[in-house]
């Protein structure tokens, strides 16, 4: 189902052509976060963070729905693991562009929290900073979480006064983290101004460059980013390197370069699932990525029909199978 959040996020969704891909592929202080002390260890890393998170943020929703009091001690705790993870594998990733059914803004809490932390490594935050930006990805729509479910999903027009009430939200938001601002001042920052843009198109303020936080922009963009893959009233969620090239031919003006250009070398031009065909005329899909090499990814490569009595895929790494290049990414389904 449509959600009526991606309208209000439709300033970097204009699809473009992919000539400035290549270009950018190829060109491409620490404040601890007050974590309760962390019982992670090698035996832990296992632990499904995405189904924890979803778990507590829909908890956090209903109370806020409810006018209920909540903590942020086990949210805290899911960040030190979510950030753990990433540093260890790709599996939460693999979850954000998959795509979860469910509860929309649930759902895209819990993939901006790790696509932010993604794109904060890139950007060579400490551990400690990366825990806030998964903490905030988590909260950057709570001020969504007190409008009523039948407004959040509906899927035909927008009244003015709907409009409104919508754009409204990083208010609602930062009132109702107002409690919680002085222990965790970058998540009210980043409520604020999540939807902020560099030239100045955003909401609710209108800021500009450098009047917005780093960290708001590192969430902000993730969040376009989910939403891009998102489905739309007019059209299916775009698949993960089409919403990359949508935002490198269309986010210049909205976020700074060096923000735009970790997200492309944390995702590449070719994210990971990404079916692919090589100048072979052979099929692939992208099953690693190579960081210094935007564009020769890690593929599993079908066999050709009655080739050999071998497996049916291999393992093709186009850093080393140099004389093999990536002539187009084939629709999947």
Request: proline share 5%; aromatic share 6%.
């Amino acid at each position: 189902m449509a959600r009526l959040t991606d309208l209000i996020r439709e300033q970097s969704s204009q699809e473009a052509g992919g000539s400035d891909v290549i270009g950018l592929a190829h060109s491409m202080g620490k404040t601890g976060l007050p974590i309760p002390p962390s019982t992670l260890s090698p035996s832990t890393v296992e632990v499904d963070w995405y189904h924890r998170a979803t778990h507590e943020l829909q908890g956090i929703k209903h109370a806020v729905q409810t006018r209920q009091l909540w903590k942020f001690d086990e949210l805290t705790r899911i960040a030190s693991g979510v950030v753990a993870s990433l540093g260890t594998n790709d599996k939460l990733v693999q979850e954000v562009l998959e795509r979860h059914s469910g509860d929309y803004l649930i759902n895209n809490a819990v993939n901006v929290a790790i696509v932010s932390v993604k794109i904060a490594e890139a950007l060579r935050y400490e551990s400690a900073k990366l825990e806030q930006c998964a903490l905030a990805g988590f909260l950057h729509d709570l001020g969504m979480f007190a409008l009523p479910d039948s407004l959040v999903c509906k899927t035909g027009s927008l009244t003015e006064e709907e409009l409104r009430s919508l754009r409204e939200h990083p208010q609602h938001g930062a009132r109702l983290f107002k409690e919680s601002e002085a222990v965790y001042p970058w998540v009210g920052r980043v409520i604020l101004q999540e939807h902020e843009r560099w030239d100045g198109s955003g909401y609710p303020d209108r800021r500009t460059g450098d009047q917005i936080d780093e960290m708001a922009f590192v969430v902000g963009l993730a969040d376009v980013f989910d939403a891009l893959m998102g489905p739309r009233p007019y059209r299916r969620g775009m698949s993960p390197h089409r919403a990359i090239c949508t935002l490198i031919a269309s986010g210049k003006t909205l976020f700074p370069y060096h923000i735009l250009k970790a997200l492309v070398d944390q995702f590449s031009v070719y994210p990971l699932g990404t079916k692919v065909r090589l100048n072979t005329g052979e099929t692939g899909v992208v099953s690693q990525l190579n960081r210094q090499y935007a564009l020769r990814p890690i593929l599993q490569v079908s066999q050709q029909p009655g080739s050999s009595h071998g497996p049916a895929s291999k393992t093709v790494d186009l850093r080393a199978e140099t004389s093999l290049h990536i002539v187009e990414v084939v629709p999947i389904g």
